[in-house]
């Protein structure tokens, strides 16, 4: 057995673990039958429509990364190509993730080798970077509607993410700076390149508030997507709760120890939630519909990679290889 079989076996098992042990636990699964059987569809539609949007989104934020470090590539085709990142992320358990796909696929379309892993990289950045001055500038808010156990736990989180945030993003615009004998490796010139990168977008105004406020617009509208399922579903959030909290546990859910987010994303959104008073088990259910509706949204970009005629086994090792190289050129 290979150490990929090995890890994707062992993401298996923690998805199942912590599934087990929400349903087993932590949720009332009648309670959570009832409620998911009485869901509003009208709102499932509408948070779908709220997913799509997000793409695009998305998209906006990766063009204004691109046009940063001057490798443009277009709406259209990069929306093509996020779609089909989608897909492979959601619907495929890969070791091979949708930004390694997205990688091979614009530098495929015809972007640098750099500038398809800095472009992906950097877009991902601008999406945790951004967590900070949005969550700070609504805990005023925040904290009057949660117990003062809870306003602590928030800021005990915000204030170490923080000092994460700025540092890892002061360390990536220095890394140009290593001793010129190691350049001769090229993933040191690829950490150069990535460091030059990282200051035309994060330095200069323009760029960095348009990444920066698409970032935030993705924030909001996945919230929104939230809010619209609990209300769906008959729970009582209110959508500063989703703005402060969703973009915690999203952060959670991208940590590489299971599958899709899948147990990790539930553990996480029983805590949130349950510190504004939501139930395990609607927590659960809301969690498990919105990865459900998540996987669905992904389906367009499944029929575009169909449509190319790629070969699955083709893309994920074209993937592998370039994700293999991070900044080389």
Known sequence: MSKKQLALILKFGVSAVLIWYLLSYKVDLDAAKARLL?????????????????????????????DAIREPLGFIKALKLFLMGSFFSQALPSSVGGDAVRVYKAYQGGLSLSGAVNGVMLERAATVVVIVPLVAALMPIFLTRVDDQAGAWILSTLIPFAVAAVGGLTLLMVLDRLPERLMRWRVIRGLSY?????????????????????????????ALAILVLARGLDIDVAWIDCLVLMPLVLLVTTLPVSIGGWGVREGAMVFAFGLVGVSGDSAVVLSFLFGLLVIAVSVPGGLIWLMSGEKRADVIAESKALSGEPGAS
Do not use: Y
């Open 38 to 66: 009485e869901v509003d569809f009208n709102m499932v539609l509408l948070a779908v429509s709220l997913l799509l949007i997000q793409a695009a989104i998305c998209v906006m934020r990766w063009g204004a990364v691109l």
């Open 194 to 222: 990535l460091a030059t990168d990282t200051r035309r977008l994060f330095l200069a105004p323009r760029h960095a508030a348009k990444a920066l406020g698409w970032a935030a617009i993705g924030h909001a509208n996945i």
